[in-house]
């Protein structure tokens, strides 16, 4: 599960990390508190051009395919267990063509106990962007005239699987997070068999998630209408288990 992160910094620093072509003029700002239906800016590698042009975009978050009528599908399409990609028309067509990834400062995770539940703020300990392993969709919006600049939306989901044994103390899904040794293969749009390249991912995710540190944050994240560098402040907070 991961339905809040943060995005401290743009442009320059990510795309040093991932050998970005092409920036995209409307990236949105940094935010403290991304949630579903907001944007973010997510790398991809254009199937349009040959070689394909690496981008970084603003999208939406929540996955929205081309045959939806409306935007509301993404709502409740914002993560998509890796596990049943394969099985799922939803994100069947996007792990074939259309991967991406999601660069991110952190992101928050509520650790649930009979007592209620604390959020934790997880991260790079080494400052680092960390990367999240997505799918995205162009979505063409009927309400629009064809020369609308913004008809087409470009939305995308983070991909989860089961919590690796640190972070399973605190919820038992986490982001497919990306090794960057990776990266290149997962955002190539020709490759032949996306589930081997999906599995080698999957895998790797352990090993980056064992170098995050987490920590207990304020309530105050819970509500989508507080967004500052405040949220990802430490706080007291139980011991995990």
Do not use: Q
């Amino acid at each position: 599960m991961c339905g809040r992160f943060v995005v401290a910094s743009v442009g320059t620093e990510l795309v040093g990390m991932l050998r970005v072509d092409l920036v995209g003029d409307d990236l949105p700002g940094p935010s403290f508190n991304v949630a579903p239906t907001d944007r973010a800016a997510i790398v991809l590698d254009s199937a349009k051009s040959e070689p394909p042009i690496r981008r970084l975009e603003s999208a939406r978050w929540g996955l929205v395919p081309g045959w939806a009528k409306d935007l509301s599908i993404g709502a409740r399409a914002f993560n998509a267990r890796s596990e049943e990609l394969e099985d799922k028309p939803m994100f069947r067509g996007a792990l074939e063509k259309r991967r991406a990834i999601v660069p991110v400062t952190g992101y928050y995770e509520w650790h649930r106990t009979e007592t209620g539940k604390t959020p934790y703020f997880i991260h790079p300990e080494s400052g680092e962007p960390l990367l999240f392993a997505g799918l995205y969709e162009w979505w063409k919006d009927p309400s629009k005239p064809g020369d609308s600049p913004d008809r087409w939306v470009l939305s995308f989901a983070i991909l989860t699987r089961a919590a690796s044994d640190g972070l399973g103390s605190i919820h038992d899904r986490m982001p497919v997070f990306m090794d960057p040794d990776h990266a290149d293969a997962w955002l190539d749009p020709s490759v032949d068999h996306p589930g081997d390249i999906l599995d080698a991912a999957v895998d790797a995710a352990a090993v980056v998630a064992d170098t995050l540190e987490a920590y207990p944050v304020g309530a105050a994240v819970g509500n989508v209408r507080n967004n500052s560098p405040e949220l990802i402040e430490r706080v007291p907070g139980p011991p995990l288990p």
